[in-house]
């Protein structure tokens, strides 16, 4: 699986990226989100069921267990790290991605969920085909940022801008986007 980047592990299906990020590209504070939208947290279990999901330790740990419905897969480079029951543990992208793809023939999974954090993200963004984007109208302080992305090199598919409802600190939109030929290299500001 050496520098594959053609958004599919090996032997297995595509790579997604599920993201929340505000405006001014931040996606967490203090080891958890600076937001509540209920609706994302919706959409983030809808998308994510019944599939692997890569994370890194950070990001697990924001969450504090294991998801039900899914195989949580967590990437820490600490070989002596032990993980929660029902956690899987990767010491590297690679070795990851081979668990991932494993796991996902396993449970007949259309894809491989990449669930952050920003290490993560900037790690895999060249492989990943598809992007699942909750964009946040607001710039919170954070800690945490998404990695620059070319935003030339991606094709909006669909999008729903939502107002906030009972339960969501702010107005977002939920924006699907997959990878159009590479040939493209400007960098854009977010859409």
């Given at each position: 699986?050496?520098?594959?980047?053609?958004?599919?592990?090996?032997?297995?299906?595509?790579?997604?990226?599920?993201?929340?990020?505000?405006?001014?590209?931040?996606?967490?504070?203090?080891?958890?989100?600076?937001?509540?939208?209920?609706?994302?947290?919706?959409?983030?279990?809808?998308?994510?069921?019944?599939?692997?999901?890569?994370?890194?330790?950070?990001?697990?740990?924001?969450?504090?267990?294991?998801?039900?419905?899914?195989?949580?897969?967590?990437i820490s480079r600490d070989p002596a790290f032990v993980p929660s029951?029902?956690?899987?543990?990767?010491?590297?992208?690679?070795?990851?991605?081979?668990?991932?793809?494993?796991?996902?023939?396993?449970?007949?999974?259309?894809?491989?969920?990449?669930?952050?954090?920003?290490?993560?993200?900037?790690?895999?963004?060249?492989?990943?085909?598809?992007?699942?984007?909750?964009?946040?109208?607001?710039?919170?302080?954070?800690?945490?940022?998404?990695?620059?992305?070319?935003?030339?090199?991606?094709?909006?598919?669909?999008?729903?801008?939502?107002?906030?409802?009972?339960?969501?600190?702010?107005?977002?939109?939920?924006?699907?986007?997959?990878?159009?030929?590479?040939?493209?290299?400007?960098?854009?500001?977010?859409?």
């Open positions: 699986m050496n520098d594959k980047k053609d958004g599919a592990a090996e032997k297995g299906p595509p790579l997604a990226l599920v993201v929340a990020v505000a405006e001014n590209g931040v996606i967490g504070k203090e080891n958890g989100l600076p937001w509540h939208i209920s609706s994302d947290l919706k959409r983030f279990r809808a998308l994510t069921m019944g599939k692997p999901l890569l994370m890194g330790r950070k990001t697990f740990e924001s969450i504090g267990r294991a998801l039900p419905g899914r195989e949580t897969i967590l029951p029902g956690v899987h543990h990767a010491v590297t992208i690679d070795s990851a991605l081979a668990l991932a793809a494993a796991r996902a023939e396993v449970m007949k999974a259309d894809e491989i969920i990449i669930a952050g954090g920003s290490e993560i993200f900037a790690a895999l963004l060249d492989r990943v085909n598809r992007m699942y984007v909750t964009f946040i109208a607001a710039a919170p302080k954070g800690d945490v940022f998404f990695p620059s992305v070319d935003w030339s090199n991606w094709e909006e598919i669909h999008r729903e801008d939502h107002l906030p409802q009972k339960g969501d600190d702010a107005a977002f939109s939920f924006v699907d986007f997959v990878r159009r030929d590479a040939s493209h290299h400007a960098t854009q500001a977010m859409p």
